[in-house]
């Protein structure tokens, strides 16, 4: 029979990585909807047409709840990999939120490069 302090471990960092990859695929959202913006923005430029305006600001409302989520699954991860050190030390990474999306290596605005960069390089709040 496994140990039970074990299995909640293993069930706890499995609960860190799916926060992480959450948190991932929401900073992706993000840098797909900010790229939107921007891209509804230059097309609208000599337009009085509002739903181009209106589009532009739907996709920058979008951009900030996609980093607000980012932000929060981010931070979940980090809370639940500092308990898990709390009661079995050293089990989990140790987790710091940098300056910008992802170290210099991953950095870059695609999806599929902050697919590969993990929530503890997400922005903090």
Known sequence: MADPLSDVLKHLLELVDVLDRAAVAAFGAQTGAEGARTAFTEAGRGSANPLITQAATDAR?????????????????????????????????????????????????????????????????
């Open 61 to 125: 409302t979008a951009s900030d709840a996609a980093r607000d989520a980012s932000q929060a699954l981010g931070r979940a991860a980090r809370a639940y990999a500092a308990y898990i050190n709390t009661i079995a030390p050293g089990t989990a990474p140790t987790r710091q939120a940098t300056p910008g999306p992802c170290p210099p290596a991953n950095n870059s605005s695609s999806p599929q490069a902050a697919a590969r960069c993990p929530s503890e390089y997400l922005p903090g709040p």
